[in-house]
């Protein structure tokens, strides 16, 4: 079946540092992939997404490319800063539901 | 336009109760998804309801159901709790018009079972 892997935390990260969370997925057919960020206490908020293969979402200087051929949407970052420390998820969408990976812990130091 | 409303945010019961919980979608979207988020299992999906019918199920037991209203907003409810219900429950809305629409998610529900 349908599933998607992250790359396991916590990672922790010293401001201004570079991001990468790694995602691959397995899916039938060509689905729509999503980054989804939740902060403490806090639900699921969009990051980004691509719907098609070679499509680069972003958004807040996060950027993610959808790859068909190594089957990956793999997260980065320029310059974290502390305000980023939070737990990224990476989505795919299959018949109408999202699968989600096991989530991504950051935390980015001053 | 404002986004996914959750009531209650928090709820305490013991085992054997019911609860319902209660979701708003973004105003114009028709589909409503319910998943339920453990530090165990992760983020799995429960249901969806689109325009008042189930549309998609997850592998959840018959103690979970939902329903959605004409309005579009929807309802979970949990029979018999157990205590590994206890856990964040999201409600995520989009406009339906596609499988592979985008879902934004509302704050959730966090449910503890005693």
């Known amino acids: 079946g349908d599933s998607v892997t992250q790359m396991e935390g916590p990672v922790t990260l010293s401001e201004e540092a570079f991001l990468t969370i790694n995602c691959t997925y397995t899916a039938t057919g060509y689905p729509s992939l999503f980054w989804y960020v939740q902060y403490p206490g806090e639900g699921l908020q969009l990051l980004l997404k691509a719907t098609k293969a070679d499509d680069k979402g972003s958004n807040k200087g996060f950027e993610a490319t959808y790859r068909k051929e190594t089957t990956s949407f793999h997260l980065e970052k320029g310059s974290v800063q502390v305000s980023d420390s939070a737990v990224y998820f990476c989505?795919?969408?299959?018949?109408?539901?999202?699968?989600f990976g096991q989530g991504t812990e950051l935390s980015v130091k001053p | 336009k404002a986004g996914v409303t959750q009531t209650p945010r928090y709820l305490i019961k013991t085992r054997g109760q019911q609860v319902t919980l209660s979701c708003s979608p973004i105003s114009g979207h028709r589909s409503v998804s319910w998943y339920q988020q453990t530090p165990g299992q992760g983020l799995q999906f429960l249901f969806e309801?689109?325009?008042?019918?189930?549309?998609n199920k997850g592998n959840f037991p018959g103690r979970f159901s939902g329903r959605q209203f004409s309005n579009s907003r929807s309802e979970m409810n949990v029979s018999t709790l157990e205590l590994g219900d206890s856990a964040l429950y999201l409600c995520?809305?989009?406009?339906?018009?596609?499988?592979?629409?985008?879902?934004?998610f509302g704050p959730g529900t966090r449910l503890t079972v005693l």
């Open positions: 995520a809305s989009s406009s339906g018009d596609s499988r592979a629409d985008t879902q934004y």
């Open positions: 989505a795919l969408s299959a018949g109408g539901k999202l699968i």
């Open positions: 309801y689109f325009s008042e019918t189930q549309r």
